[in-house]
């Protein structure tokens, strides 16, 4: 079965101080993968997708992240974190080759993160 | 051009009552989704449209739950005899036909209330 893992319900950072929020996932064939922020009371937005080529992705607000296939992983990273990063975070998979009911995105449960000033 | 719009913005309900919910997309896009979403929870898929094709209902939590697409635009969740359960914010997405790997856009929910 098709599946996205966000291992940590909440991250921790402080302010200037790096930070990664990790996402693992489980499809059939090669992946789409794409993260969402959704800041306070504010609806969702795309933050960045990997499609093909290069393994790094860089997206808005200085985000960036790493498709690593062998890990089946896509975490998200920030070199220096900002208190205005404080939102929940969304990593979604699709399987490139699927068909029919599972074309459809596989969400994982978001992970909080809490920058500190 | 506008985004993805939603209506009502806050809905109000007595159990037992049947609720309507709208979402237009962004003009073009083909495909179209809600999910659900509740106090501190991640997301939850309840049915997608794509074009002219089946709608992908395997979301919908009961048959209490119904979807439409008119005209391949403006959407309507019905939800039939509402619960306490049923409240969340139910949020609807669109985005273009081409190629998987479009990015959903989404609009900003409406927060069902359920008395």
């Known amino acids: 079965a098709q599946s996205v893992a966000q291992p940590e319900d909440q991250v921790n950072v402080a302010e200037g101080n790096p930070l990664t929020v990790k996402c693992t996932y489980s499809?059939?064939?090669?992946?789409?993968l794409f993260w969402y922020v959704q800041y306070p009371n504010r609806g969702l937005q795309f933050l960045l997708k990997y499609i093909t080529g290069d393994n790094l992705v860089k997206g808005s607000y200085g985000f960036e992240a790493e498709f690593n296939k062998s890990q089946t992983s896509f975490h998200l990273k920030k070199p220096s974190a900002l208190v205005s990063d404080s939102a929940l975070y969304f990593c979604a998979v699709r399987d490139r080759v699927a068909a029919g009911n599972n074309r459809k995105l596989i969400w994982g449960l978001g992970t909080s993160l809490a920058v500190n000033p | 051009g506008a985004g993805v719009s939603q209506s009502p913005s806050n809905k109000v309900t007595e159990k037992g009552k049947d609720v309507e919910l709208r979402c237009d997309p962004i003009s073009g896009h083909t495909a179209l989704y809600w999910y659900r979403q509740s106090l501190g929870q991640g997301l939850e898929f309840l049915i997608y449209?794509?074009?002219?094709?089946?709608?992908?209902k395997s979301g919908l939590p009961s048959d209490r739950f119904s979807a439409e697409r008119t005209g391949g635009s403006v959407s309507t969740l019905t939800i039939q005899r509402t619960q306490q359960e049923d409240s969340a914010v139910y949020l609807c997405?669109?985005?273009?036909?081409?190629?998987?790997?479009?990015?959903?856009?989404f609009g900003p929910g409406t927060r069902l209330t359920v008395l």
């Open positions: 499809v059939s064939g090669n992946p789409y």
């Open positions: 449209f794509q074009g002219n094709s089946a709608p992908d």
């Open positions: 997405a669109s985005s273009q036909l081409a190629g998987d790997y479009n990015e959903q856009f």
